[in-house]
């Protein structure tokens, strides 16, 4: 899940980012509005928190400019402009949700995974495929309701796959995707992930797509025997 954060408090940042982490988000940050539109023409990003107090360009004319463009990412405002003209102000620009800071950060984490999953197009919080459960508010996996562990990078790996069963990934997007800038990604660092999520949860689980990627398929192909009639 790649975030884009929009801070120019770099000990605020530090903490949003360490605190994200842990629950597979790649977080790229960028100090200011201008960065903030480079980086956003240059990547694909899934969530976008912006602050609007920024140096060389307002977080609103980021927000407008973004729109404006066509950017459909999802745009969770952080700000300690609390007045509620302030709050109309950024819903009207374009934002999907707004927080105030200071602010708690499970509440943060919350408001993400609504927001992901509203983009996504998702009512239900976990994702279910034959067997296996994914439930982003537990960072848990679970295979016939037994739980299965997953490092971090398995954990977003997975994730990414069950979000939109049937699209093949090649390995640049799913890189791109659980990794942040500055990360070091091994050359073969997607093939062992796989490799695990395969021995860990079943082999057929995931399919590669031989010169492509990696799917999981709508259809349910490949499940576990116990699950065959």
């Known amino acids: ?34 960065l903030a539109l480079q980086s956003l023409r240059r990547e694909d990003y899934e969530l976008v928190l912006l602050d609007l107090g920024l140096p060389r360009r307002d977080g609103l004319d980021v927000l407008r400019q973004m729109r404006a463009a066509g950017a459909r990412v999802p745009v969770l405002i952080l700000t300690a402009r609390d007045a509620t003209a302030d709050r109309i102000a950024g819903l009207d620009a374009g934002a999907d949700d707004y927080l105030v800071k200071p ?5 943060l984490k919350a ?21 296996v459960r994914l439930d982003p508010a537990t960072q848990t996996v679970s295979l016939h309701a037994r739980v299965v562990a997953l490092s971090r990078r398995e954990f977003a790996l997975l994730h990414e796959l069950l979000v939109q069963p049937g699209r093949v990934m090649t390995r640049e997007q799913l890189e791109g995707l659980i990794y942040g800038w500055g990360e070091e990604v091994e050359s073969n660092a997607i093939e062992v ?22 799917v999981i398929d709508r259809d349910g192909a490949g499940v576990p025997a116990r699950e065959v009639p």
Do not use: N, W
Not at 3 to 31: I, Q
Not at 113 to 127: H, K, T, V
Not at 193 to 214: D, M, S, W
């Open 1 to 34: 899940m790649r975030v884009l954060l929009v801070e120019d408090d770099a000990a605020l940042a530090a903490g949003v980012c360490t605190a994200l982490r842990p629950d597979g988000y790649a977080v790229d940050r960028v100090g200011d509005g201008e």
């Open 103 to 107: 602010f708690d950060v499970d509440e």
């Open 111 to 131: 408001r993400m995974r609504a927001l992901l999953r509203r983009s996504q197009g998702r009512p239900q919080p976990q994702l279910e495929h034959r067997g």
């Open 193 to 214: 992930h796989v490799h695990h999520l395969r021995r860990k949860l079943y082999p057929a689980l995931i399919r590669t797509v031989r010169g492509i990627g990696y």
